[in-house]
């Protein structure tokens, strides 16, 4: 199977940049789809960008303009670039892949079997 660990998180003021990054080892042949979701205290885990190998990264409208996936990808490390954050951004971030992921789908949890354990992002 394959480990993901995220880092890159912290602690910044509205408007601030952080980079996360979300390395990925052992079994990583053909894992091809990975998203990042972000969860707070007492709310939903919400996606907030995917993309997959060979198509266009995807946003949520909540980050859309503010967070991008960078195109230097490694192939087993994904980056999330985030600017101008706001309190409401704060949240523990998670990394997830999986080796496909149906159409419509690429921001829900339930299609992806490998998780990170998620790195903290503070905003104030």
């Known amino acids: 199977h394959v480990q993901l660990v995220e880092s890159g998180g912290g602690s910044v003021q509205a408007g601030g940049s952080l980079r996360l990054s979300c390395a990925a080892a052992?079994?990583?042949?053909?894992?091809?789809?990975m998203v990042w979701f972000r969860q707070s205290p007492g709310q939903v885990r919400e996606g907030v960008a995917a993309?997959?190998?060979?198509?266009?990264?995807y946003y949520a409208d909540s980050v859309k303009g503010r967070f991008t996936i960078p195109q230097d990808n490694a192939p087993t490390t994904a980056y999330l670039q985030m600017n101008s954050l706001q309190p409401e951004d704060t949240a523990m971030y998670y990394c997830?892949?999986?080796?496909?992921?149906?159409?419509?789908?690429?921001?829900?949890?339930?299609?992806?079997?490998?998780w990170g354990q998620g790195t903290q992002v503070t905003v104030s």
């Open positions: 993309f997959r190998t060979g198509g266009l990264p």
């Open positions: 052992g079994y990583t042949y053909n894992r091809n789809c």
């Open positions: 997830a892949s999986a080796p496909r992921v149906r159409d419509g789908t690429s921001l829900w949890p339930q299609s992806y079997d490998s």
